[in-house]
């Protein structure tokens, strides 16, 4: 064989093992991409897993601190004062409002709400995710407009008025409502989602 012949086996052969080597490290790299994309999956859902039990927990404790001491009442009693029936109806509509309205239920609201319905308003309220679709840094202020809002229609309620605090769902002009039926009429109020004061 010649040297140019030679040179050509060489190369030819030294091509082949570089097109073996690159295909099966291809495949490799592939390999461990999927292998990352599912370690990186599995950490997602365990932290997702880990924060659906740390909110079980903390419901759990505010049911028991709540709830409970309502419940053994109930079992224990023949039978309840008319203070134990406006608790416990006041206790069921705390519960309620943190399922419906997870985003009006904080701070001085909760005590708001509380105070009104023992004047004997009616209170409903209504969180359908509006909120939390806004841009990040419009989130508190609208919460923060909402929450001044309602606070300023509890304190003019009086008996027989009905106050409803609604978060719209997200993607309409407006991000929520409150609503107040009175004998003196009914006021609307409305809060823009792309609003920023």
Sequence with gaps: MTDSGQEFSWNLSFLAVCTVLGVAMRRQVTIINELRDTTAS????????????????????????????????????????????????????????????????????????REARLRGVTVVLLDDGGVDALPESHRELTRQRMTALLLRELEKATEGTTVTARILPPGRALVATVLCLSESGVRRHEIEAKKSD
Excluded: F, K, W
């Design 42 to 113: 599995v950490e997602i859902h365990r932290e997702l897993a880990a924060a659906r039990t740390a909110e079980r927990d903390r419901e759990l404790v505010y049911l028991n601190a709540t709830a409970r001491p309502l419940l053994e009442r109930i079992v224990d009693s023949d039978s309840l004062s008319d203070a134990d029936r406006i608790e416990i109806s006041l206790v069921e509509a705390q519960l309620r409002d943190r399922i419906r309205a997870r985003g009006l239920v904080r701070g001085p609201l909760v005590d708001a709400v």
